[in-house]
C-alpha cells in the first residue's frame, strides 16, 4: 500500500515507500517493547521486479539507505536483523532477544523451490537421503530455519491475499485483515490485530477436548 498511499496525497510513489520504512522501524520497535519475539516484514518480493525500472531503481535505492541507518539503530535498540529472500545479504546483525525479519527479493514460492534444490544437491553428494525428508528437516533449509512459524500474519491495504508471502510457514497462522494502508499503520492497528489473535481458537486441524 506504500504506492496508493502516496498517489493519495499526490506525491511520488517514492515518497509512499520511504514513509513505510518509517512505519517498520516505529512498529519494529513497539514490538520488541510489548514482548514479541518475532517480526516479518515484506520489503520487497520477486514479483516486484516486474514494477518500473525507475520504481525498482528508486526502492532499492531506499532500502539500501535505509538498512544502512537502520543497523545502527536497530543495534543501538538490541534488535536482531535477519533477512529472506535470495540476495546473499549478511543473514543477521546485532543480536538480542527480538528479532526483525526483512523479506527482500523474497517470494515464498521461490523459497521453497531453493530449499528443495539444497535438499536434492545434498542427496546427491551423498551427505541426505530421501526417505529422511520429513517436515522438519526441510524446514531447515528455508530461509527462516530456526525460527518459530508465525502465529498471526497481518494483511494491510485493503488486499485479502497473501501475496507469496511466507507460504510453507503460513500453514497454521491466524490472519487479520485491514483497509490501513502500512505508511498508516500503528500501535493502535498492531493493538486491535493482536486483541483480534486473542479471539480466535487456535485447534492446528485437531479438536479441543
Request: aromatic share 12%; hydrophobic share 40%; with cysteine.
Amino acid at each position: 500500500g506504500n504506492g496508493r498511499w502516496a498517489t493519495k496525497r499526490g506525491l511520488p510513489r517514492t515518497i509512499g515507500h520511504k514513509a513505510g520504512a518509517e512505519t517498520f522501524r516505529r512498529i519494529a520497535t513497539y514490538c520488541k517493547e510489548i514482548g514479541v519475539k518475532y517480526l516479518t516484514v515484506y520489503a520487497f518480493s520477486t514479483e516486484n521486479w516486474k514494477r518500473s525500472a525507475d520504481e525498482v531503481a528508486a526502492i532499492m535505492g531506499l532500502l539500501k539507505r535505509y538498512l544502512l541507518e537502520a543497523v545502527d539503530t536497530m543495534e543501538r535498540d538490541h534488535i536482531r536483523l535477519h533477512f529472506f529472500g535470495d540476495m546473499g545479504l549478511p543473514e543477521h546483525l546485532s543480536a538480542d532477544d527480538f528479532q526483525a525479519n526483512v523479506c527482500l527479493n523474497y517470494g515464498g514460492r521461490d523459497e521453497i523451490l531453493r530449499a528443495a534444490r539444497s535438499f536434492a544437491a545434498a542427496c546427491a553428494a551423498g551427505e541426505r537421503k530421501p526417505e529422511e525428508l520429513d517436515e522438519a528437516l526441510f524446514a531447515s533449509y528455508l530461509d527462516s530455519a530456526g525460527i518459530p512459524d508465525p502465529d498471526l500474519v497481518i494483511r494491510p491495504s485493503g488486499e485479502l491475499r497473501l501475496s507469496n508471502f511466507l507460504l510453507w510457514q503460513s500453514a497454521y497462522a491466524e490472519f487479520y485483515f485491514t483497509d490501513v494502508l502500512w505508511p498508516d499503520f500503528d500501535k493502535a492497528e498492531l493493538d486491535r490485530a493482536i486483541a483480534a489473535y486473542h479471539q480466535r481458537d487456535r485447534r492446528f486441524g485437531g479438536v479441543k477436548k
